[in-house]
């Protein structure tokens, strides 16, 4: 079985300062994991994602995560917040050579001026 | 990009009617659609995987007769809510994925669909 937690429903940071969206996970096999982000009206969209490759991933709009498998930690990091950055996060977990995708419960970014 | 439709955005029903979802893949074809539902503050739950010409694998615990799940086509999966409850009312997300990008893991969401049953 699969769980994600994200630590904090809302993370606020000022413009230009490191974003820190936190996601440890649980999984009983190997796990891809991934994070999405999701505007206000629109559908879930893909940042990045871990496939057992390398584990420092990078992704879209300058965001980047790492997977820590001794911590089980796959924590989201930008060094520098832009306003658009602001929307809801989510990161997921998938069983190596499964489909079904199970959810953290999403972070709420703000992004102050 | 990989573009999926919901539709509608938005329904509000009275208890006891049935409500159908689409969600459709615009720019390619999905063999394997998903249907998720959100409550507030609360992580997507998968309900169900909808497979193209033949029949939905629900989750444990959700209703086959209750959510009814068609795939006739590459391109289209509908949700049927049948004899709508307000315990119904909640956030209905659709995900689809690229059969040219079998074993990526990749799902493309659509917008969601917020039922209101009075």
């Known amino acids: 079985a699969q769980s994600v937690t994200q630590l904090g429903s809302h993370v606020s940071v000022s413009e230009g300062a490191l974003v820190l969206l936190r996601c440890n996970y649980s999984?009983?096999?190997?796990?891809?994991l991934f994070w999405y982000v999701q505007y206000p009206n629109q559908g879930l969209q893909l940042l990045l994602k871990y496939t057992s490759a390398a584990t420092l991933v990078k992704g879209i709009n300058g965001f980047e995560a790492e997977f820590k498998k001794s911590e089980t930690s796959f924590h989201l990091t930008k060094p520098s917040a832009h306003m658009s950055d602001a929307a809801e996060y989510f990161c997921?977990?998938?069983?190596?050579?499964?489909?079904?995708?199970?959810f953290g419960t999403g972070t709420r970014l703000t992004i102050i001026p | 990009g990989a573009v999926v439709s919901q539709h509608p955005s938005r329904v509000i029903c009275k208890s006891g009617t049935s409500v159908k979802i689409e969600c459709r893949s615009l720019?390619?074809?999905?063999?394997?659609m998903f249907w998720y539902r959100q409550f507030p503050k609360q992580s997507l739950m998968l309900m169900a995987t909808s497979n193209e010409g033949s029949k939905a694998t629900y989750e444990q615990g959700v209703e086959k007769d209750k959510f009814l799940i068609n795939h006739a086509s590459l391109t289209l999966s509908t949700l049927t809510v049948t004899s709508a409850h307000p315990e119904d009312s909640s956030f209905y997300i659709c995900s689809a994925r690229d059969w040219r990008e079998f074993g990526k893991n990749i799902q493309y969401f659509g917008a969601g669909t917020r039922l209101s049953v009075l």
């Open positions: 720019d390619f074809q999905a063999t394997t």
């Open positions: 997921a977990v998938s069983p190596f050579g499964n489909e079904k995708l199970t």
């Open positions: 999984s009983s096999v190997p796990p891809y």
